[in-house]
C-alpha cells in the first residue's frame, strides 16, 4: 500500500524559506518518479517540480533558480527546498508518485507566503 505524507508546510513572510518534506511507503519507492504539485486557490493543480529515479529534476518555469527538489531512496524521503518565496507560492502542496502508470497523492500540506 502506497502512502504519502506531507510536512513542513507554514506561514512564512516572502523571501523566507521553507523545506518540505514527504515520507513514503510502500514498494519501489526507488524506481519510481516523485513530483511535487501545488494548487493555489482558485487555480488549477500545477507540476512544481519531479524527478526521476536517476535523480534527474525537472522544474516549473516559475520556481527555477529558487525551489530545489531531492530525494533520499534509503529513507524514502523527498524533499522540496523552496527559497526566495513569493506570494504567488501560496498554496497547498501534494507530494506525487509515479510508477508503471499508477499515481498516488498526498493529503497535501498549506504554503502561505505573506507579503
Known amino acids: 500500500q502506497v502512502q504519502l505524507v506531507e510536512s513542513g508546510g507554514g506561514l512564512v513572510q516572502a523571501g523566507g524559506s521553507l523545506r518540505l518534506s514527504c515520507a513514503a511507503s510502500?514498494?519501489?519507492?526507488?524506481?519510481?518518479?516523485m513530483a511535487w504539485y501545488r494548487q493555489a486557490p482558485g487555480k488549477q493543480r500545477e507540476l512544481a517540480a519531479s524527478i526521476t529515479s536517476a535523480g534527474t529534476a525537472n522544474y516549473a518555469e516559475s520556481v527555477k533558480g529558487r525551489f530545489t527538489i531531492s530525494r533520499d531512496n534509503v529513507k524514502r524521503m523527498v524533499y522540496l527546498q523552496m527559497n526566495s518565496l513569493k506570494s504567488e507560492d501560496t498554496g497547498a502542496y501534494y507530494c506525487n508518485r509515479k510508477l508503471n502508470g499508477a499515481e498516488f497523492w498526498g493529503q497535501g500540506t498549506q504554503v502561505t507566503v505573506s507579503s
Open positions: 510502500g514498494s519501489f519507492f526507488s524506481i519510481a518518479t
